[in-house]
């Protein structure tokens, strides 16, 4: 069966067509869904890709947050659908609620842009489906804002909950516990601020974004969100 | 009524601010070595009309609440001053 994806484009958005590469390579159909669309149109899975949504005025994701299909996202993201946030993306879920905690400027002050080793640190994710906890990934960051944070009681949750997705091995820009990406308490939702499309082509450094990515289309075509919820 | 508003925003207590403690770095290495707790947050302004400063102050926080600030890791300010 075909998974079939929508990606969202905001304005700034830079990295929906890598995602799209990368999905269709593993035998995704995906749409790009414009930020003024108000439906997602019958798909299996949503991903919101990295960039700089509305400029990043004000906060990272907090305009864009507000855009008409954000309302038809979180719908889908209520129902169980697969969602999936990478960098900027995650940056929006954040900002909408969809997920615990906020993104904000790196400790070191420095835009990041190398490969970092990842731990995954949860298999109770639409992203880890098919990982073990402690399988390490090496994927490219490429932020100014991926200090991931929350408070100490936000953070035992977190963890009480197996939220806790990935965790970076050398800890690159302060997160809270070395995080480098957290799942809604179901797992159907999930923000990573590394970009597992940029790992997926032979010509890219790594591939183990390949694996990440074909956990999300399976688990969306397994997963489907209920129709009855959709929309209630 | 007229109002100007103003927003001061900063980070909450046990949220790092990386760019505060560099610029505090900064002033010690220009002789300024008295400064302590430097913090960089951000301002925003606006006019608004509302019927009085109560309600003026109600719709601010409103914004506040739903967009200026995000409370998971920002507090917020409003001074509400009549214009002239």
Redesign the interface.
């Known amino acids: 069966m075909t998974a079939r994806i929508a990606i969202i484009s905001f304005p700034g958005s830079n990295c929906e067509y890598d995602v799209a590469e990368a999905l269709g390579a593993l035998g995704a159909e995906c749409t790009i869904v414009f930020h003024d669309a108000t439906e997602l149109g019958g798909v299996d899975g949503v991903v919101i890709p990295g960039g700089f949504a509305h400029g990043d005025y004000?906060?990272c994701g907090?305009i864009a947050r507000?855009s008409p299909i954000m309302s038809a996202v979180t719908d889908f993201a209520n129902a169980g659908g697969a969602v999936l946030g990478i960098c900027n993306g995650f940056q929006v879920l954040?900002?909408a609620g969809l997920l615990p905690?906020?993104l904000?400027?790196?400790?070191?002050?420095r835009f990041l842009c190398e490969p970092a080793v990842l731990e995954v640190a949860s298999s109770n994710s639409n992203l880890t489906a098919k990982c073990a906890r402690g399988d390490r990934v090496v994927l490219p960051i490429n932020h100014g804002e991926g200090?991931y944070?929350?408070?100490a009681a936000t953070l035992a949750e977190l963890e009480e909950n197996d939220q806790v997705v990935l965790r970076y091995l050398h800890n690159p820009n302060?997160s809270v516990s070395n995080i480098a990406g957290v799942s809604n308490r179901r797992g159907n939702v999930v923000g990573l601020m590394p970009h597992p499309e940029r790992a997926a082509a032979a010509l890219a450094t790594s591939t183990d974004g390949r694996v990440l990515l074909d956990s999300f289309l399976s688990w969306a075509l397994t997963n489907a969100a209920s129709p009855t919820m959709i929309g209630a | 009524m007229n109002f100007d508003i103003t927003v001061e925003i900063r980070g909450v207590d046990g949220v790092a601010d990386p760019e505060g403690r560099t610029i505090e770095r900064a002033l010690g290495s220009l002789g300024f070595g008295g400064a302590s707790q430097v913090h960089v947050g951000k301002t925003i302004t606006f006019a608004l009309v509302a019927d009085d400063a109560t309600v003026a102050k109600a719709t601010a926080t409103q914004m506040c609440e739903r967009l200026l600030a995000n409370p998971v890791i920002e507090r917020y300010e409003i001074t509400v001053t009549l214009r002239p």
């Open positions: 004000l906060r907090a507000f954040t900002e905690g906020a904000q400027r790196n400790a070191g002050l200090n944070y929350c408070d302060g």
